[in-house]
Protein backbone atom coordinates (compact mmCIF):
# COMPACT_ATOMS: atom_id res chain seq x y z
CA UNK A 1 0.00 0.00 0.00
CA UNK A 2 2.39 2.65 1.22
CA UNK A 3 0.06 4.58 2.23
CA UNK A 4 -1.06 4.82 6.18
CA UNK A 5 -4.65 6.18 6.54
CA UNK A 6 -4.07 8.96 9.86
CA UNK A 7 -6.34 8.14 12.24
CA UNK A 8 -7.68 11.18 13.96
CA UNK A 9 -8.72 9.69 16.96
CA UNK A 10 -10.58 12.45 18.23
CA UNK A 11 -14.38 11.19 19.26
CA UNK A 12 -13.80 7.52 19.99
CA UNK A 13 -17.04 6.64 20.80
CA UNK A 14 -18.32 7.94 17.34
CA UNK A 15 -15.69 6.79 14.88
CA UNK A 16 -16.29 2.96 16.35
CA UNK A 17 -20.02 3.04 16.88
CA UNK A 18 -20.07 4.29 12.70
CA UNK A 19 -17.27 1.51 11.72
CA UNK A 20 -19.10 -0.77 13.62
CA UNK A 21 -22.18 -0.08 11.98
CA UNK A 22 -19.88 -0.59 8.75
CA UNK A 23 -19.12 -3.98 9.55
CA UNK A 24 -22.52 -4.63 10.47
CA UNK A 25 -23.39 -6.33 7.35
CA UNK A 26 -20.11 -8.37 6.92
CA UNK A 27 -20.61 -9.20 10.54
CA UNK A 28 -24.09 -10.11 9.54
CA UNK A 29 -22.86 -12.59 6.64
CA UNK A 30 -20.72 -13.83 8.98
CA UNK A 31 -23.47 -14.26 11.17
CA UNK A 32 -25.42 -16.28 8.65
CA UNK A 33 -23.01 -18.82 8.35
CA UNK A 34 -22.39 -19.46 11.66
CA UNK A 35 -26.58 -19.53 12.15
CA UNK A 36 -26.66 -21.67 9.29
CA UNK A 37 -23.89 -24.30 11.09
CA UNK A 38 -25.95 -24.21 14.51
CA UNK A 39 -29.45 -25.33 12.91
CA UNK A 40 -27.78 -28.76 11.46
CA UNK A 41 -27.03 -29.29 15.17
CA UNK A 42 -30.38 -29.93 16.46
CA UNK A 43 -31.31 -27.82 19.23
CA UNK A 44 -33.21 -29.97 21.90
CA UNK A 45 -36.00 -28.38 23.46
CA UNK A 46 -34.81 -28.13 27.04
CA UNK A 47 -36.21 -26.25 30.27
CA UNK A 48 -33.62 -23.62 29.74
CA UNK A 49 -34.42 -23.33 25.51
CA UNK A 50 -38.42 -22.91 26.79
CA UNK A 51 -37.61 -19.95 29.35
CA UNK A 52 -35.06 -18.21 26.78
CA UNK A 53 -38.54 -18.14 24.54
CA UNK A 54 -40.43 -17.19 27.45
CA UNK A 55 -38.18 -14.13 28.38
CA UNK A 56 -38.21 -13.21 24.60
CA UNK A 57 -42.34 -13.31 24.49
CA UNK A 58 -42.48 -11.55 27.40
CA UNK A 59 -39.93 -9.12 26.33
CA UNK A 60 -41.48 -8.03 22.82
CA UNK A 61 -45.02 -7.85 24.48
CA UNK A 62 -43.69 -5.18 26.85
CA UNK A 63 -42.26 -3.55 23.31
CA UNK A 64 -45.48 -3.83 21.49
CA UNK A 65 -47.85 -3.01 24.73
CA UNK A 66 -47.66 1.16 23.86
CA UNK A 67 -48.34 0.71 19.98
CA UNK A 68 -51.42 -1.81 20.56
CA UNK A 69 -52.84 0.69 23.08
CA UNK A 70 -52.14 3.57 20.94
CA UNK A 71 -53.77 1.72 17.72
CA UNK A 72 -56.42 0.49 19.86
CA UNK A 73 -57.20 4.17 21.63
CA UNK A 74 -57.08 5.78 18.26
CA UNK A 75 -59.83 4.13 16.78
CA UNK A 76 -62.17 3.98 19.94
CA UNK A 77 -65.33 6.31 20.25
CA UNK A 78 -64.99 8.39 23.68
CA UNK A 79 -67.57 6.45 25.49
CA UNK A 80 -65.58 3.22 25.17
CA UNK A 81 -62.47 5.17 26.37
CA UNK A 82 -64.46 6.42 29.50
CA UNK A 83 -65.16 2.90 30.73
CA UNK A 84 -61.47 2.41 32.05
CA UNK A 85 -60.95 -0.46 29.39
CA UNK A 86 -57.33 0.79 28.16
CA UNK A 87 -56.35 -2.95 26.49
CA UNK A 88 -59.81 -3.76 25.12
CA UNK A 89 -60.35 -4.20 21.63
CA UNK A 90 -62.71 -1.53 20.73
CA UNK A 91 -66.49 -2.36 20.16
CA UNK A 92 -67.73 -0.03 17.67
CA UNK A 93 -64.40 0.62 15.52
CA UNK A 94 -64.54 4.41 14.12
CA UNK A 95 -61.77 6.31 12.39
CA UNK A 96 -63.41 9.84 13.03
CA UNK A 97 -60.48 10.41 15.83
CA UNK A 98 -58.61 10.18 12.16
CA UNK A 99 -60.15 12.49 10.62
CA UNK A 100 -60.29 14.96 13.72
CA UNK A 101 -56.37 14.71 14.10
CA UNK A 102 -55.29 15.10 10.64
CA UNK A 103 -57.97 18.62 10.12
CA UNK A 104 -60.06 20.06 12.74
CA UNK A 105 -58.16 18.88 16.42
CA UNK A 106 -57.45 22.27 18.23
CA UNK A 107 -53.71 24.09 18.66
CA UNK A 108 -54.83 26.38 21.44
CA UNK A 109 -57.36 28.82 19.46
CA UNK A 110 -56.60 27.06 15.77
CA UNK A 111 -58.59 24.23 14.57
CA UNK A 112 -56.70 22.79 11.86
CA UNK A 113 -55.34 19.38 12.77
CA UNK A 114 -52.06 18.27 12.14
CA UNK A 115 -51.73 18.47 8.72
CA UNK A 116 -50.22 21.72 8.59
CA UNK A 117 -47.64 20.54 10.77
CA UNK A 118 -47.05 17.32 8.57
CA UNK A 119 -46.57 19.56 5.75
CA UNK A 120 -44.23 21.92 7.62
CA UNK A 121 -42.04 18.87 8.85
CA UNK A 122 -42.01 18.21 5.27
CA UNK A 123 -40.47 21.51 4.17
CA UNK A 124 -38.06 21.31 6.72
CA UNK A 125 -37.15 17.86 5.96
CA UNK A 126 -36.59 17.81 2.28
CA UNK A 127 -34.09 20.90 2.45
CA UNK A 128 -32.00 20.06 5.51
CA UNK A 129 -31.88 16.31 3.98
CA UNK A 130 -30.35 17.26 1.18
CA UNK A 131 -28.75 20.22 2.84
CA UNK A 132 -26.56 18.32 5.03
CA UNK A 133 -25.79 15.13 3.43
CA UNK A 134 -24.56 17.39 0.22
CA UNK A 135 -21.89 19.42 2.83
CA UNK A 136 -21.23 15.87 5.23
CA UNK A 137 -20.26 14.60 1.32
CA UNK A 138 -17.64 17.14 0.60
CA UNK A 139 -16.53 17.75 4.06
CA UNK A 140 -15.93 13.89 4.03
CA UNK A 141 -14.24 13.79 1.05
CA UNK A 142 -11.96 16.57 1.25
CA UNK A 143 -11.14 15.16 4.70
CA UNK A 144 -10.44 11.85 3.34
CA UNK A 145 -8.46 12.34 0.14
CA UNK A 146 -6.75 16.06 0.10
CA UNK A 147 -6.46 16.77 3.44
CA UNK A 148 -5.75 20.37 3.16
CA UNK A 149 -3.85 22.17 6.28
CA UNK A 150 -5.87 22.63 9.10
CA UNK A 151 -8.67 20.41 7.80
CA UNK A 152 -7.75 17.77 10.94
CA UNK A 153 -7.95 20.14 13.81
CA UNK A 154 -11.32 21.42 12.15
CA UNK A 155 -12.96 18.01 12.32
CA UNK A 156 -11.47 17.14 15.89
CA UNK A 157 -13.30 20.52 17.12
CA UNK A 158 -16.35 19.82 14.93
CA UNK A 159 -16.49 16.04 16.51
CA UNK A 160 -16.21 17.62 20.07
CA UNK A 161 -19.10 19.40 19.23
CA UNK A 162 -21.76 16.40 18.83
CA UNK A 163 -21.41 16.47 22.49
CA UNK A 164 -22.01 20.07 23.49
CA UNK A 165 -25.46 20.35 24.62
CA UNK A 166 -27.62 21.93 22.44
CA UNK A 167 -28.86 24.43 25.46
CA UNK A 168 -24.88 26.48 25.15
CA UNK A 169 -25.34 26.74 21.53
CA UNK A 170 -28.81 28.01 21.20
CA UNK A 171 -29.25 31.29 22.89
CA UNK A 172 -26.42 33.06 21.01
CA UNK A 173 -28.00 31.29 17.64
CA UNK A 174 -30.91 33.10 18.07
CA UNK A 175 -28.89 36.06 18.36
CA UNK A 176 -26.89 35.19 14.97
CA UNK A 177 -30.14 34.11 12.80
CA UNK A 178 -32.12 37.27 14.29
CA UNK A 179 -29.08 40.02 13.28
CA UNK A 180 -29.14 38.21 9.25
CA UNK A 181 -33.06 38.32 9.27
CA UNK A 182 -33.10 34.14 9.20
CA UNK A 183 -34.92 33.71 12.90
CA UNK A 184 -38.17 32.37 12.47
CA UNK A 185 -37.85 31.23 9.16
CA UNK A 186 -38.15 28.08 6.84
CA UNK A 187 -33.86 28.78 5.89
CA UNK A 188 -33.21 29.19 9.39
CA UNK A 189 -34.40 26.45 10.34
CA UNK A 190 -32.89 24.45 7.38
CA UNK A 191 -29.54 25.77 8.52
CA UNK A 192 -29.79 25.15 11.58
CA UNK A 193 -30.49 21.27 11.32
CA UNK A 194 -27.64 21.21 8.84
CA UNK A 195 -25.44 22.86 11.58
CA UNK A 196 -26.49 20.04 13.85
CA UNK A 197 -26.04 17.57 11.15
CA UNK A 198 -22.58 18.06 10.44
CA UNK A 199 -20.45 16.39 12.54
CA UNK A 200 -22.41 13.13 12.19
CA UNK A 201 -22.49 13.82 8.53
CA UNK A 202 -19.28 14.31 8.02
CA UNK A 203 -18.19 11.64 9.87
CA UNK A 204 -20.07 9.19 8.34
CA UNK A 205 -18.88 10.10 4.97
CA UNK A 206 -14.83 10.42 6.21
CA UNK A 207 -15.12 6.79 7.10
CA UNK A 208 -16.67 5.88 4.08
CA UNK A 209 -14.50 7.57 2.11
CA UNK A 210 -10.92 6.23 3.69
CA UNK A 211 -12.05 3.22 2.97
CA UNK A 212 -11.71 3.12 -0.43
CA UNK A 213 -8.53 2.53 -2.06
CA UNK A 214 -6.35 5.50 -2.50
CA UNK A 215 -4.51 4.42 -5.16
CA UNK A 216 -8.49 5.20 -6.99
CA UNK A 217 -8.20 9.04 -6.11
CA UNK A 218 -4.49 9.16 -6.98
CA UNK A 219 -5.36 7.84 -10.39
CA UNK A 220 -8.19 9.69 -10.90
CA UNK A 221 -5.56 12.97 -10.26
CA UNK A 222 -3.22 11.66 -12.85
CA UNK A 223 -5.65 11.75 -15.41
CA UNK A 224 -5.83 15.35 -14.68
CA UNK A 225 -9.04 15.58 -12.45
CA UNK A 226 -9.80 18.39 -10.37
CA UNK A 227 -11.08 18.35 -7.14
CA UNK A 228 -15.39 18.84 -7.92
CA UNK A 229 -14.60 16.77 -10.77
CA UNK A 230 -13.29 13.58 -8.88
CA UNK A 231 -15.64 14.12 -6.35
CA UNK A 232 -18.78 14.57 -9.06
CA UNK A 233 -18.20 11.96 -11.48
CA UNK A 234 -15.71 9.53 -9.37
CA UNK A 235 -17.02 9.79 -5.86
CA UNK A 236 -20.56 10.62 -5.69
CA UNK A 237 -21.34 7.31 -8.17
CA UNK A 238 -19.81 5.20 -5.38
CA UNK A 239 -21.15 6.33 -2.42
CA UNK A 240 -25.01 5.32 -2.75
CA UNK A 241 -24.81 2.84 0.17
CA UNK A 242 -23.44 5.58 2.72
CA UNK A 243 -25.95 8.51 1.06
CA UNK A 244 -29.10 5.40 1.58
CA UNK A 245 -27.61 5.54 5.06
CA UNK A 246 -27.34 9.45 5.32
CA UNK A 247 -31.01 9.95 4.33
CA UNK A 248 -32.49 7.49 6.87
CA UNK A 249 -30.92 9.08 10.21
CA UNK A 250 -31.25 12.84 8.77
CA UNK A 251 -34.96 11.96 7.77
CA UNK A 252 -35.69 10.49 10.89
CA UNK A 253 -33.43 12.63 13.29
CA UNK A 254 -35.01 15.68 11.68
CA UNK A 255 -38.49 14.39 11.44
CA UNK A 256 -38.39 13.79 15.47
CA UNK A 257 -36.88 17.04 16.50
CA UNK A 258 -38.32 18.86 18.96
CA UNK A 259 -36.49 21.19 20.63
CA UNK A 260 -34.70 22.92 17.17
CA UNK A 261 -38.21 23.66 15.79
CA UNK A 262 -39.62 24.85 18.68
CA UNK A 263 -36.70 27.43 19.32
CA UNK A 264 -36.14 27.71 15.41
CA UNK A 265 -38.93 27.23 13.14
CA UNK A 266 -41.13 29.97 14.43
CA UNK A 267 -45.46 29.94 14.59
CA UNK A 268 -45.68 29.68 10.62
CA UNK A 269 -43.22 26.76 10.07
CA UNK A 270 -43.71 24.72 13.38
CA UNK A 271 -42.26 21.37 13.02
CA UNK A 272 -45.16 18.42 13.36
CA UNK A 273 -43.94 17.01 16.86
CA UNK A 274 -44.08 20.41 18.67
CA UNK A 275 -47.92 21.11 16.98
CA UNK A 276 -48.67 17.40 18.22
CA UNK A 277 -46.97 18.60 21.65
CA UNK A 278 -49.54 21.40 21.32
CA UNK A 279 -52.58 19.73 20.60
CA UNK A 280 -52.31 17.01 23.44
CA UNK A 281 -50.83 19.29 26.32
CA UNK A 282 -52.74 22.42 25.59
CA UNK A 283 -56.17 21.60 25.20
CA UNK A 284 -58.89 23.12 27.18
CA UNK A 285 -62.05 21.01 28.27
CA UNK A 286 -62.72 17.31 28.18
CA UNK A 287 -59.42 15.95 26.42
CA UNK A 288 -60.38 13.67 22.95
CA UNK A 289 -57.53 11.26 23.57
CA UNK A 290 -58.58 8.53 20.84
CA UNK A 291 -57.59 11.93 18.74
CA UNK A 292 -54.86 12.18 20.65
CA UNK A 293 -53.43 8.73 19.95
CA UNK A 294 -54.47 8.87 16.26
CA UNK A 295 -52.12 12.30 15.88
CA UNK A 296 -49.39 10.71 17.74
CA UNK A 297 -49.34 8.15 15.28
CA UNK A 298 -49.94 10.05 12.02
CA UNK A 299 -46.35 11.75 13.78
CA UNK A 300 -44.80 9.26 13.79
CA UNK A 301 -45.90 7.31 10.77
CA UNK A 302 -42.98 8.30 8.48
CA UNK A 303 -40.32 7.47 10.60
CA UNK A 304 -41.77 4.33 11.30
CA UNK A 305 -42.40 3.48 8.09
CA UNK A 306 -38.56 4.43 6.97
CA UNK A 307 -37.83 1.85 9.64
CA UNK A 308 -39.97 -0.91 8.77
CA UNK A 309 -39.19 -0.40 5.10
CA UNK A 310 -35.38 0.04 5.44
CA UNK A 311 -34.73 -2.51 8.30
CA UNK A 312 -30.26 -3.58 8.14
CA UNK A 313 -30.00 0.13 6.61
CA UNK A 314 -31.54 1.84 9.69
CA UNK A 315 -29.36 -0.38 12.08
CA UNK A 316 -26.52 0.49 10.02
CA UNK A 317 -26.76 4.06 10.36
CA UNK A 318 -28.44 3.71 13.58
CA UNK A 319 -25.21 4.04 16.06
CA UNK A 320 -23.47 6.60 14.25
CA UNK A 321 -27.01 8.89 14.43
CA UNK A 322 -27.51 8.50 17.80
CA UNK A 323 -24.88 11.07 18.70
CA UNK A 324 -27.25 13.63 17.59
CA UNK A 325 -29.83 12.76 20.76
CA UNK B 1 5.37 7.50 1.84
CA UNK B 2 6.67 10.79 3.50
CA UNK B 3 7.62 12.09 0.01
CA UNK B 4 4.13 11.01 -1.38
CA UNK B 5 2.22 12.90 1.39
CA UNK B 6 4.57 15.95 0.95
CA UNK B 7 3.84 16.35 -2.53
CA UNK B 8 0.03 15.17 -1.86
CA UNK B 9 0.24 18.90 0.52
CA UNK B 10 1.95 20.58 -2.34
CA UNK B 11 -0.87 19.19 -5.10
CA UNK B 12 -4.21 20.34 -2.68
CA UNK B 13 -5.85 22.35 -4.63
CA UNK B 14 -7.57 25.65 -3.89
CA UNK B 15 -11.18 24.08 -4.64
CA UNK B 16 -10.27 21.79 -1.27
CA UNK B 17 -10.11 25.03 0.90
CA UNK B 18 -13.15 26.84 -0.51
CA UNK B 19 -15.21 23.29 -0.16
CA UNK B 20 -14.18 23.21 3.38
CA UNK B 21 -15.40 27.22 4.10
CA UNK B 22 -18.91 25.87 5.55
CA UNK B 23 -17.56 23.31 8.04
CA UNK B 24 -14.81 26.03 9.15
CA UNK B 25 -17.50 28.77 9.52
CA UNK B 26 -19.53 25.90 11.27
CA UNK B 27 -17.02 25.42 13.93
CA UNK B 28 -15.64 28.94 14.47
CA UNK B 29 -19.00 30.34 14.62
CA UNK B 30 -21.64 27.61 15.45
CA UNK B 31 -19.49 25.55 17.67
CA UNK B 32 -16.95 27.68 19.54
CA UNK B 33 -18.12 31.43 18.81
CA UNK B 34 -21.60 30.31 20.42
CA UNK B 35 -19.60 28.11 23.33
CA UNK B 36 -17.43 30.93 24.25
CA UNK B 37 -20.24 33.57 23.81
CA UNK B 38 -22.23 31.57 26.68
CA UNK B 39 -18.92 31.36 28.84
CA UNK B 40 -18.68 35.52 28.47
CA UNK B 41 -22.94 35.95 29.01
CA UNK B 42 -22.22 33.42 32.07
CA UNK B 43 -19.81 35.95 34.02
CA UNK B 44 -22.20 38.56 32.95
CA UNK B 45 -24.98 40.06 35.27
CA UNK B 46 -27.32 39.89 31.94
CA UNK B 47 -31.22 38.96 31.59
CA UNK B 48 -33.56 39.80 29.18
CA UNK B 49 -30.16 41.17 26.83
CA UNK B 50 -26.61 40.21 26.96
CA UNK B 51 -25.14 42.78 29.14
CA UNK B 52 -20.90 43.26 28.41
CA UNK B 53 -20.12 43.95 32.65
CA UNK B 54 -18.85 41.51 35.04
CA UNK B 55 -19.95 40.26 38.00
CA UNK B 56 -17.26 37.09 38.08
CA UNK B 57 -19.09 34.04 39.81
CA UNK B 58 -22.30 35.42 40.86
CA UNK B 59 -24.77 33.95 38.52
CA UNK B 60 -22.95 30.45 39.53
CA UNK B 61 -23.63 31.03 43.13
CA UNK B 62 -27.48 31.99 42.63
CA UNK B 63 -27.80 28.96 40.47
CA UNK B 64 -26.19 26.47 43.22
CA UNK B 65 -28.72 28.53 45.71
CA UNK B 66 -31.49 28.14 42.79
CA UNK B 67 -33.57 25.26 44.36
CA UNK B 68 -35.39 24.14 41.00
CA UNK B 69 -31.49 23.81 39.84
CA UNK B 70 -30.62 21.91 42.38
CA UNK B 71 -33.83 19.92 42.14
CA UNK B 72 -33.00 19.18 38.66
CA UNK B 73 -29.98 17.90 39.00
CA UNK B 74 -30.95 15.60 41.90
CA UNK B 75 -33.47 14.75 39.01
CA UNK B 76 -31.50 14.22 36.00
CA UNK B 77 -28.90 12.10 38.63
CA UNK B 78 -31.87 9.89 39.70
CA UNK B 79 -32.68 9.86 35.95
CA UNK B 80 -29.38 9.05 34.94
CA UNK B 81 -28.39 6.57 37.21
CA UNK B 82 -31.65 4.54 36.25
CA UNK B 83 -32.36 5.01 32.79
CA UNK B 84 -28.30 4.12 31.73
CA UNK B 85 -28.48 0.95 34.03
CA UNK B 86 -32.03 -0.20 33.34
CA UNK B 87 -31.10 0.26 29.29
CA UNK B 88 -27.60 -1.36 29.35
CA UNK B 89 -28.84 -4.64 31.49
CA UNK B 90 -32.23 -4.76 29.24
CA UNK B 91 -30.37 -4.26 26.21
CA UNK B 92 -27.36 -6.76 27.39
CA UNK B 93 -30.38 -9.25 28.17
CA UNK B 94 -32.23 -8.91 24.96
CA UNK B 95 -28.95 -9.14 22.87
CA UNK B 96 -27.50 -12.36 24.54
CA UNK B 97 -31.33 -14.30 24.36
CA UNK B 98 -31.80 -13.30 21.00
CA UNK B 99 -28.26 -14.60 20.37
CA UNK B 100 -29.36 -18.06 21.17
CA UNK B 101 -30.27 -19.00 17.74
CA UNK B 102 -33.85 -18.61 18.12
CA UNK B 103 -36.63 -18.27 15.57
CA UNK B 104 -37.92 -15.29 14.10
CA UNK B 105 -34.63 -13.02 15.40
CA UNK B 106 -35.29 -11.23 12.67
CA UNK B 107 -39.12 -9.82 13.99
CA UNK B 108 -37.82 -9.98 17.18
CA UNK B 109 -34.98 -6.96 16.70
CA UNK B 110 -37.85 -5.16 14.49
CA UNK B 111 -40.17 -5.42 17.52
CA UNK B 112 -37.16 -3.93 20.31
CA UNK B 113 -35.58 -1.68 18.15
CA UNK B 114 -38.86 -0.05 16.79
CA UNK B 115 -39.22 2.51 19.43
CA UNK B 116 -35.95 4.07 19.10
CA UNK B 117 -37.39 5.46 15.32
CA UNK B 118 -40.26 7.12 17.14
CA UNK B 119 -39.39 10.48 18.80
CA UNK B 120 -39.16 11.45 22.51
CA UNK B 121 -42.05 13.26 22.46
CA UNK B 122 -44.21 10.39 20.56
CA UNK B 123 -42.90 8.65 23.35
CA UNK B 124 -43.52 10.98 26.51
CA UNK B 125 -47.15 11.26 25.19
CA UNK B 126 -47.90 7.62 24.41
CA UNK B 127 -46.97 6.41 27.95
CA UNK B 128 -48.54 9.97 29.76
CA UNK B 129 -51.97 8.07 28.45
CA UNK B 130 -51.13 4.54 29.21
CA UNK B 131 -49.74 5.92 32.77
CA UNK B 132 -53.11 8.32 32.96
CA UNK B 133 -54.47 7.35 36.42
CA UNK B 134 -58.20 8.19 35.38
CA UNK B 135 -58.15 5.65 32.16
CA UNK B 136 -54.50 4.49 32.47
CA UNK B 137 -53.29 1.09 33.51
CA UNK B 138 -53.95 2.26 37.26
CA UNK B 139 -57.92 1.82 36.06
CA UNK B 140 -57.52 -1.41 34.57
CA UNK B 141 -55.89 -2.63 37.75
CA UNK B 142 -59.20 -1.79 39.49
CA UNK B 143 -61.26 -3.00 37.21
CA UNK B 144 -59.42 -6.23 37.44
CA UNK B 145 -60.79 -6.60 41.09
CA UNK B 146 -57.33 -5.04 42.86
CA UNK B 147 -59.34 -2.07 43.95
CA UNK B 148 -56.84 -0.39 46.37
CA UNK B 149 -54.19 -0.54 43.62
CA UNK B 150 -52.50 2.39 42.73
CA UNK B 151 -50.40 3.26 40.12
CA UNK B 152 -50.52 7.20 39.40
CA UNK B 153 -46.60 8.13 39.62
CA UNK B 154 -47.36 10.23 36.90
CA UNK B 155 -49.35 12.72 38.97
CA UNK B 156 -46.80 11.87 41.99
CA UNK B 157 -44.49 14.42 43.24
CA UNK B 158 -41.98 11.55 44.29
CA UNK B 159 -42.57 9.19 41.80
CA UNK B 160 -42.87 11.25 37.96
CA UNK B 161 -39.44 11.26 37.26
CA UNK B 162 -39.34 7.06 37.38
CA UNK B 163 -42.19 7.39 35.04
CA UNK B 164 -39.98 9.65 32.74
CA UNK B 165 -37.61 6.83 32.80
CA UNK B 166 -40.02 3.78 32.18
CA UNK B 167 -40.85 5.49 28.85
CA UNK B 168 -37.09 6.50 27.91
CA UNK B 169 -35.85 3.12 28.68
CA UNK B 170 -38.98 1.73 26.23
CA UNK B 171 -37.39 4.34 23.84
CA UNK B 172 -33.71 3.60 23.68
CA UNK B 173 -32.69 0.07 24.52
CA UNK B 174 -33.49 -1.11 21.29
CA UNK B 175 -30.15 0.58 20.44
CA UNK B 176 -27.96 -1.19 23.41
CA UNK B 177 -29.51 -4.32 21.92
CA UNK B 178 -28.31 -3.55 18.67
CA UNK B 179 -25.00 -2.59 19.89
CA UNK B 180 -24.46 -5.20 22.18
CA UNK B 181 -25.61 -7.84 19.43
CA UNK B 182 -22.89 -6.51 17.21
CA UNK B 183 -20.45 -7.16 19.39
CA UNK B 184 -21.81 -10.59 20.05
CA UNK B 185 -21.72 -11.32 16.49
CA UNK B 186 -18.33 -10.67 16.42
CA UNK B 187 -16.76 -13.03 19.01
CA UNK B 188 -15.42 -16.41 17.56
CA UNK B 189 -17.13 -19.47 17.91
CA UNK B 190 -13.85 -21.04 19.12
CA UNK B 191 -14.59 -19.45 22.36
CA UNK B 192 -17.66 -21.77 22.60
CA UNK B 193 -16.41 -24.91 21.47
CA UNK B 194 -13.73 -24.32 23.84
CA UNK B 195 -16.53 -23.53 26.98
CA UNK B 196 -18.36 -26.51 25.92
CA UNK B 197 -15.21 -28.51 26.35
CA UNK B 198 -13.88 -27.34 29.39
CA UNK B 199 -17.68 -27.57 30.37
CA UNK B 200 -18.17 -24.35 31.88
CA UNK B 201 -22.02 -23.30 31.86
CA UNK B 202 -23.30 -20.72 29.45
CA UNK B 203 -24.30 -17.64 31.86
CA UNK B 204 -20.74 -18.35 33.39
CA UNK B 205 -19.38 -17.73 30.41
CA UNK B 206 -21.35 -14.80 29.14
CA UNK B 207 -20.76 -12.91 33.02
CA UNK B 208 -17.00 -14.13 33.07
CA UNK B 209 -15.57 -13.41 29.51
CA UNK B 210 -18.04 -12.11 27.18
CA UNK B 211 -18.64 -9.18 29.48
CA UNK B 212 -15.50 -8.32 29.10
CA UNK B 213 -14.99 -8.56 25.95
CA UNK B 214 -18.03 -6.35 24.74
CA UNK B 215 -16.27 -3.43 26.84
CA UNK B 216 -16.18 -1.43 23.53
CA UNK B 217 -19.86 -2.04 22.92
CA UNK B 218 -20.40 -0.99 26.49
CA UNK B 219 -18.69 2.36 26.21
CA UNK B 220 -19.94 3.28 22.97
CA UNK B 221 -23.71 2.33 24.37
CA UNK B 222 -22.82 4.26 27.73
CA UNK B 223 -21.58 7.51 25.85
CA UNK B 224 -24.91 7.60 23.90
CA UNK B 225 -26.83 6.86 26.66
CA UNK B 226 -25.37 9.23 28.60
CA UNK B 227 -25.61 11.95 26.16
CA UNK B 228 -29.16 11.57 26.08
CA UNK B 229 -29.60 12.10 29.91
CA UNK B 230 -27.97 15.39 29.67
CA UNK B 231 -30.30 16.93 26.81
CA UNK B 232 -33.57 14.76 28.18
CA UNK B 233 -36.03 17.90 27.63
CA UNK B 234 -38.44 16.76 24.52
CA UNK B 235 -40.24 13.30 26.97
CA UNK B 236 -39.95 15.82 30.21
CA UNK B 237 -42.02 18.55 28.32
CA UNK B 238 -44.32 15.98 26.59
CA UNK B 239 -45.07 13.77 29.10
CA UNK B 240 -44.84 16.11 32.84
CA UNK B 241 -44.12 19.37 31.45
CA UNK B 242 -41.93 19.05 34.43
CA UNK B 243 -44.18 18.72 36.75
CA UNK B 244 -46.44 18.13 39.42
CA UNK B 245 -45.21 21.41 40.39
CA UNK B 246 -41.22 21.05 39.76
CA UNK B 247 -41.20 17.55 40.72
CA UNK B 248 -39.82 16.15 37.81
CA UNK B 249 -38.10 19.38 36.29
CA UNK B 250 -34.27 18.83 34.37
CA UNK B 251 -31.39 21.15 33.39
CA UNK B 252 -31.71 20.79 29.59
CA UNK B 253 -35.59 22.15 30.62
CA UNK B 254 -34.68 24.57 32.90
CA UNK B 255 -31.97 26.36 31.17
CA UNK B 256 -34.91 26.65 28.15
CA UNK B 257 -37.32 28.31 30.32
CA UNK B 258 -34.99 30.94 31.84
CA UNK B 259 -33.48 31.39 27.97
CA UNK B 260 -37.19 31.71 26.48
CA UNK B 261 -39.93 31.78 29.52
CA UNK B 262 -38.43 33.71 32.33
CA UNK B 263 -35.61 35.87 30.37
CA UNK B 264 -32.67 35.67 32.48
CA UNK B 265 -30.24 34.38 30.31
CA UNK B 266 -27.27 35.31 32.55
CA UNK B 267 -28.05 32.48 34.71
CA UNK B 268 -29.45 30.21 32.29
CA UNK B 269 -25.99 30.77 30.11
CA UNK B 270 -23.81 29.44 33.78
CA UNK B 271 -26.48 26.68 33.90
CA UNK B 272 -25.40 25.77 30.28
CA UNK B 273 -21.96 25.90 31.04
CA UNK B 274 -22.03 23.83 34.58
CA UNK B 275 -24.06 21.15 32.10
CA UNK B 276 -21.19 21.36 29.31
CA UNK B 277 -18.51 20.97 32.19
CA UNK B 278 -20.55 17.82 33.29
CA UNK B 279 -20.46 16.24 29.93
CA UNK B 280 -16.46 16.95 29.52
CA UNK B 281 -15.82 15.61 32.53
CA UNK B 282 -17.23 12.15 31.72
CA UNK B 283 -16.91 12.09 27.88
CA UNK B 284 -13.21 12.91 27.91
CA UNK B 285 -11.87 10.90 30.35
CA UNK B 286 -13.58 7.74 28.83
CA UNK B 287 -11.97 9.34 25.39
CA UNK B 288 -8.39 9.61 26.71
CA UNK B 289 -8.17 6.04 27.49
CA UNK B 290 -9.80 4.16 24.58
CA UNK B 291 -7.35 6.42 21.94
CA UNK B 292 -4.46 5.26 24.30
CA UNK B 293 -5.65 1.65 23.98
CA UNK B 294 -6.20 2.36 20.67
CA UNK B 295 -3.05 3.71 19.76
CA UNK B 296 -1.14 0.30 21.74
CA UNK B 297 -3.32 -1.70 19.75
CA UNK B 298 -2.22 -0.38 16.59
Known amino acids: MGYVVKQENAVIAVAEASSAAANDSGVAAANALSSAAGRRRKLAWTPARAGVYAFLIVAALFFLLPLYVMLVTSVKPMEEIRLGTLFALPVNLTLEPWVQAWQSACTGLECDGIRGGFWNSVAIVVPSTILSIAIGAVNGYALSFWRPRGAGVLFAILMMGAFIPVQVMVYPLVRVLAAVDLFSSLPGIVLIHTIFGMPVMTLLFRNYYAALPMELFKAARIDGGGFWRIFLQLMLPMSTPVIVVAVIMQVTGIWNDFLLGLVFAGSEHLPMTVQLNNIINTTTGERLYNVNMAATILTSVVPLALYFISGRWFVRGIASGAVKG | ?298
Open chain 2, 1 to 298: MTNAVIKKRAGVSIAAYIALIPMALTVLLAYLGTMLWTARVSVSSSRTFPNSDFVGASQYIRLFNNERWLLSLQNVAVYGVLFIAACLIIGFLLAVFIDQKVMAEGALRTIFLYPYAMSFVATGLIWQWILNPELGIQEVLRKLGFTEARFDWIVDQDMAIYTIVIATVWQASGLVMALMLSGLRGIDEELWKAARIDGIPRWRVYVSIVLPMLGPSVSTAFVLLFVMVVKVFDSVVAMTQGGPGTASEVPAKFIMDYLFGRANIGLASAASIVLLATVLAIVAPLYYVRTRRADKGM
